[in-house]
C-alpha cells in the first residue's frame, strides 16, 4: 500500500484547502485512515481520522468545527477539507492507513505518505 498527499500549498488566514490522500497498490476498503500534522519543532498530532466505512469520524479539538474528514473508495482516496485555516494550522501534513480501527494514536499506523506542506500567512 502506498499513500500520496496532494493539495497542500501557501493560504492566508481564515482560507480553505483540501487535502487529498491516494492509495496505490491496493484497495483502501478495509484500512482506516488517519490524517496527522508536524509543525517544525513540534511533535507529531492526530488531526483527524475515519473509520473503513466512512461511517465513523474523530477529530482533534483544534479543527472540529473547521476540518471534515472523509472518503471516496470506489477512487481509492481520503480527503481533509480544511476551512477557517489559522497560522497555528501551519504544518507537513501526512495521511497513514491502519488495518483495524480508526484511531488518533500514530504509533498504531502502520502506512504513511510523504506528507505535503500547508502553511497559512499573510
Known amino acids: 500500500l502506498q499513500l500520496v498527499e496532494s493539495g497542500g500549498g501557501l493560504v492566508q488566514p481564515g482560507g480553505s484547502l483540501r487535502l487529498s490522500c491516494a492509495a496505490s497498490?491496493?484497495?483502501?476498503?478495509?484500512?482506516?485512515i488517519g490524517w496527522f500534522r508536524q509543525a517544525p519543532g513540534k511533535e507529531r498530532e492526530g488531526v483527524s481520522c475515519?473509520?473503513?466505512?466512512?461511517?465513523?469520524?474523530n477529530y482533534a479539538d483544534s479543527v472540529k468545527g473547521r476540518f471534515t474528514i472523509s472518503r471516496d473508495n470506489a477512487k481509492n482516496t481520503v480527503y481533509l477539507q480544511m476551512t477557517s485555516l489559522k497560522p497555528e494550522d501551519t504544518a507537513v501534513y501526512y495521511c497513514?492507513?491502519?488495518?483495524?480501527?480508526?484511531?488518533?494514536?500514530?504509533?498504531?499506523?502502520?502506512?504513511w505518505g510523504q506528507g505535503t506542506q500547508v502553511t497559512v500567512s499573510s
Open positions: 497513514a492507513a491502519v488495518w483495524g480501527m480508526a484511531t488518533m494514536k500514530s504509533p498504531f499506523y502502520a502506512y
Open positions: 475515519i473509520s473503513h466505512s466512512g461511517g465513523s469520524t
Open positions: 497498490g491496493t484497495t483502501l476498503d478495509y484500512y482506516a
